[in-house]
């Protein structure tokens, strides 16, 4: 009888070891609790525009770059163009003989003035009748009229660049030779509103 009494011993220790354990060794050491940061939320910044500032920004650029123009400075031009010799910064204009002509890249355009002004001369100024903005202002497309020797119409390119509005392309034609320049689609900002 001694051996079923231990061996029932044996199986209540072992029923109380196990349900009543946490599974814990008392004599280790007890392992830090590691806490992980989860990621928050991004935080969602709204910007506004003040499109008129923009606005006003952008015919500040138009109004120096016809002072240059004025004073035949290519240099002074050029430097509010974006400076770049993709296909996408241009000119186009009938300024030599009523024969259309076109001028790709930033050395190009200014090329285009150098030899321009052997021919034409005088203040060139501009009158806006329309300017769309994109929804981030980054991009913008200006309407006007311009007298220059001759008047004409025309429409230009621009493009935000570290803050600052630099023209992309200039279509002294206002389209007469082909669309040069694409309206913006779902320009957030006209003024004034069609």
Do not use: H
């Not at 814990?24 to 940061?37: H, L, Q, S």
């Not at 400075?73 to 003989?97: C, L, Q, Y």
């Not at 890249?105 to 005088?122: E, S, T």
């Amino acid at each position: 009888m001694r051996k079923r009494e231990i061996g029932w011993l044996l199986l209540i220790c072992s029923f109380i070891v196990a349900c009543g354990s946490d599974g814990t060794d008392p004599v280790a050491k007890p392992k830090p609790i590691i806490e992980t940061k989860t990621k928050s939320e991004p935080t969602v910044v709204a910007v506004e525009i003040d499109f008129l500032t923009e606005e006003k920004a952008i015919k500040q650029t138009l109004v120096d770059q016809n002072a240059a123009i004025s004073r035949k400075e290519e240099d002074d031009i050029m430097s509010f163009w974006i400076k770049s010799e993709d296909r996408n910064v241009f000119t186009a204009w009938t300024f030599a003989g009523a024969g259309f002509e076109k001028y790709e890249g930033w050395r190009a355009v200014k090329n285009g003035w150098v030899g321009i002004f052997k021919l034409r001369g005088g203040r060139m100024t501009t009158d806006v009748s329309r300017v769309e903005i994109d929804s981030r202002a980054s991009k913008a497309v200006l309407y006007g009229k311009y007298k220059w020797e001759q008047n004409g119409e025309l429409i230009i390119a621009f493009q935000k660049q570290k803050g600052k509005w630099l023209i992309r392309a200039i279509d002294y034609t206002n389209g007469s030779f082909g669309k040069q320049i694409p309206k913006l689609s779902n320009p957030a900002y006209t003024n004034p509103k069609e």
